[in-house]
């Protein structure tokens, strides 16, 4: 039969994407207030130079190394086969190309910005000191390494989804050219927060630490720039995953109130966690425990019941608050902690899966294969994006330099990367460098010490 355009469909999905573009510019705000004054500008730029970079590139390969379904192993689809969208627009008779109901143009916007925000979000833990022109390449270099593959992988028929061919079916087989033992992944716990959190660790390794990490305090410097940022975040999830539900339905609206749930839930893991360890619950804890709980909800939020959702996100919420820590034990310099809440989160979410998913989870008595997959994926997707983002790391270390001078990272990475501040001190903060006469001329970083 013919496909006819669902409007409905169409227009949810529409809004979705709309609401998960608008997660940048949240993210932006989140991480600007979590650093120092002086690199409030650069910590906001990055997130702005991922949605210039990637809303690009994924138009000329992203989408077909994604989802065409030319595939290479099973592990990222033909760039060529689809690049710059062709034949996704319009058919031979001039209509939109629709896949259920839904035009396919529509479908790419919508993948668009979950990739732009994948990569956004790596740039938290090595926040005030890398040169933004080596950040730019990154984004590039790394959205066609490790983000276009693993969407692949999961959700575009590849390795790690249900296919005859995949991770699932090598373990347990497959039923009809199903894997009998299908992964999970409903909006992104591998794809998105496993995936950008692995990402993260291996450039703060890499990259090394910032100038006196660990000996000086390096407090956010605008906690209700942060706390706007953790609201708008929320507010663009449930079209992260309301909308891969791909319908305005109750596969929707169970996503959309297990998001809530899991999230009102991991705040309150958090601040208790908080409160018995450091005798106080704080607003960078709630802005923190939200994102703790949208993350480990990603993965699950079309499968798992809403008292599951509560579970995880009492779960998710404590261990991310203890996971934050990590790095000051083991001497990585994480800056706003994107390995402990994405990394963790992600991975608590994925697992979890295996106990309290409603079909196929332990605790519903489905038994032990849910949970060894989903585990199975996760550490695969872990070792996919390490090596990958390793070696594009030492490449660019090698050929471009990652690192502003010390000096430089003293001053200030906003007045030293863009020329600008992001507050007006006595009327020379906001102002681009070599505009004032040299004698009323103050470095940029001068004013609230954070």
Request: hydrophobic fraction near 55%.
């Amino acid at each position: 039969m013919e496909e006819v355009l669902d409007p409905g469909i169409t227009a949810w999905m529409l809004t979705s994407a709309s609401l998960v573009l608008l997660m940048t510019p949240g993210l932006a705000l989140f991480y600007g207030g979590m650093v120092r004054s002086k690199s409030v500008l650069n910590m906001m730029m990055m997130s702005f130079g991922a949605m210039g970079v990637i809303g690009v590139v994924y138009v000329l390969w992203g989408w077909s190394m994604s989802y065409s379904d030319g595939t290479v192993g099973g592990l990222f689809g033909n760039p060529f086969e689809q690049f710059g969208l062709q034949g996704t627009i319009l058919d031979d008779a001039g209509e939109y190309v629709l896949s259920g109901g839904l035009p396919v143009i529509v479908d790419v916007g919508f993948q668009a910005t979950f990739a732009i925000i994948t990569v956004a979000l790596i740039s938290g833990a090595i926040a005030d000191r890398v040169k933004f022109s080596t950040w730019m390449v990154f984004t590039a270099i790394w959205a066609t390494a490790c983000f276009f593959p693993l969407a692949h992988q999961v959700w575009g028929g590849g390795f790690l989804g249900d296919s005859e061919d995949g991770l699932a079916a090598l373990i347990f087989g497959a039923v009809d050219g199903v894997a009998e033992v299908a992964p999970i992944d409903f909006a992104g716990g591998t794809v998105v927060h496993i995936n950008a959190g692995v990402a993260a660790l291996v450039l703060a390794l890499v990259i090394g630490a910032r100038k006196g990490f660990g000996k000086e305090p390096m407090r956010p410097h605008n906690l209700p720039l942060v706390m706007l940022g953790a609201g708008l975040l929320w507010f663009g999830w449930f079209g992260f995953n309301g909308g891969s539900a791909y319908g305005a339905d109750g596969a929707a609206g169970l996503a959309w109130v297990n998001t809530t749930t899991c999230t009102a839930a991991a705040i309150i893991g958090w601040l208790v966690v908080e409160k018995i360890r450091d005798g106080e619950a704080t607003s960078l804890g709630a802005a923190s425990g939200i994102v703790a709980g949208l993350v480990a909800i990603t993965p699950a939020a079309g499968d798992v019941s809403p008292v599951g959702a509560i579970g995880l996100g009492l779960v998710a919420g404590a261990l991310c608050a203890l996971a934050v820590g990590l790095k000051y034990k083991l001497g990585y310099d994480d800056s706003l902690d994107v390995v402990g809440v994405h990394l963790v989160g992600g991975l608590v979410g994925t697992v979890a899966l295996g106990f309290i998913a409603t079909s196929g989870g332990l605790l519903y008595g489905d038994g032990i294969k849910l949970l060894v997959v989903q585990i199975a994926i996760a550490a695969f997707a872990m070792l996919w994006s390490g090596v990958l983002t390793l070696l594009i790391a030492l490449a660019l270390k090698a050929i471009m330099g990652w690192r502003i001078t010390e000096e430089d990272e003293a001053a200030g990475i906003d007045s030293v990367e863009h020329g600008e501040s992001g507050y007006d001190f006595g009327g020379v903060g906001a102002v681009r460098r070599g505009s004032l006469p040299t004698a009323t001329s103050a470095p940029a970083s001068e004013g609230v010490t954070a």
